[in-house]
């Protein structure tokens, strides 16, 4: 998930908040890989149930009740995404993920989207590194 987090970061992840609203887009999450269950994974919510996920020219395009909008994410991606995915329609109870390196990351632009039973929860808090300290970034994954 660099740039947003790195390797060896330790986190604290809230597991009640799901308990009470659904992710929403923009959330980092942290979940069973749902190829390799016994993997862990931490990426950020870019598509929700029911929503078509595009990636191309570098952008990501999100197509909702029947509306296409583009992706605002610059606060939390520094280099455009140089790969395109076809459109993927995100099935009930599941949410399509990004890592925040787009261009070197395992996530849901392979094809595979995330059950909402595999979230464990949302990541809250870092603590180690101490030179790391702090709350995890909240940006808004807005549409243009």
Same mark, same amino acid.
């Given at each position: 998930?660099?740039?947003?987090?790195?390797?060896?970061?330790?986190?604290?992840? %809230?597991?009640?908040?799901?308990?009470?609203?659904?992710?929403?887009? @923009?959330?980092?999450? &942290?979940?069973?890989?749902?190829?390799?269950?016994?993997?862990?994974?931490?990426?950020?919510?870019? !598509?929700?149930? !029911?929503?078509?996920? $595009?990636?191309? $020219? !570098?952008?990501?395009?999100?197509? /909702?009740? @029947? /509306?296409?909008?583009?992706? $605002?994410?610059?606060?939390?991606?520094?280099?455009?995404? %140089?790969?395109?995915?076809?459109? *993927?329609? &995100?099935?009930?109870?599941?949410?399509?993920? #990004? @890592? %925040?390196?787009?261009?070197?990351?395992? %996530?849901?632009?392979? @094809?595979?989207?995330?059950?909402?039973?595999?979230?464990?929860?949302?990541?809250? #808090?870092?603590?180690?590194?101490?030179?790391?300290? !702090? *709350?995890?970034?909240?940006?808004?994954?807005? *549409?243009?």
């Amino acid at each position: 998930m660099e740039t947003s987090f790195f390797e060896g970061q330790y986190v604290l992840v %809230d597991k009640l908040t799901y308990h009470f609203h659904s992710p929403q887009r @923009g959330d980092v999450i &942290v979940f069973h890989n749902p190829e390799l269950p016994s993997q862990l994974y931490i990426k950020r919510i870019i !598509g929700l149930p !029911g929503e078509e996920v $595009e990636i191309r $020219e !570098g952008r990501v395009y999100i197509t /909702k009740d @029947g /509306k296409q909008q583009v992706l $605002e994410e610059s606060k939390y991606i520094p280099l455009i995404t %140089d790969y395109q995915m076809n459109p *993927l329609t &995100v099935p009930d109870a599941k949410y399509f993920v #990004l @890592g %925040d390196n787009r261009n070197s990351s395992t %996530d849901s632009h392979y @094809g595979w989207t995330v059950p909402q039973e595999n979230i464990i929860g949302k990541v809250w #808090l870092c603590y180690w590194p101490p030179s790391e300290w !702090g *709350l995890s970034p909240e940006y808004s994954a807005a *549409l243009e």
